[in-house]
Nanobody, 127 residues
Framework: QVRLVESGGGLVQAGASLRLSCAASERSISTYNMGWFRQAPGKEREFVAAISRSGDRIYYADSVKGRFTISRDNAKNTVYLQMNSLKVDDTAVYYC????????????????????WGQGTQVTVSS
């Protein structure tokens, strides 16, 4: 079992930046590919970014490419999502997720690939 706790969300104006953190406990995530997803009101949970266990393979959703950066610090058992140039459409609950079953150093972008999830942190971007 691994417990994931997100933090860093908040209310900001369009154009601002936020840095989300996902702290893992009870087990090391160094061998897990990790991902960030988000869910806006009335919408499906969607992929945002994913990073391989070694940190050398990274994928982004087209909607955040060039504005968001995912990273990880395995020594701190933490994954980050740096979000710049935030837009109103980025408003959502952001979830951290761990893929403990993936056998390749290739992060996956589908929600079903992840078996551990945090409770989420709210990000609200006002115009």
């Amino acid at each position: 079992q691994v417990r994931l706790v997100e933090s860093g969300g908040g209310l900001v104006q369009a154009g601002a930046s936020l840095r989300l953190s996902c702290a893992a406990s009870e087990r090391s995530i160094s061998t897990y590919n990790m991902g960030w997803f988000r869910q806006a009101p009335g919408k499906e949970r969607e992929f945002v970014a994913a990073i391989s266990r070694s940190g050398d393979r990274i994928y982004y959703a087209d909607s955040v490419k060039g504005r968001f950066t995912i990273s990880r610090d395995n020594a701190k058992n933490t994954v980050y999502l740096q979000m710049n140039s935030l837009k109103v459409d980025d408003t959502a609950v952001y979830y951290c997720a761990a893929d403990s079953l993936g056998i390749l150093n290739t992060p996956r972008i589908t929600r079903g690939a992840y078996d551990y999830w945090g409770q989420g942190t709210q990000v609200t971007v006002s115009s």
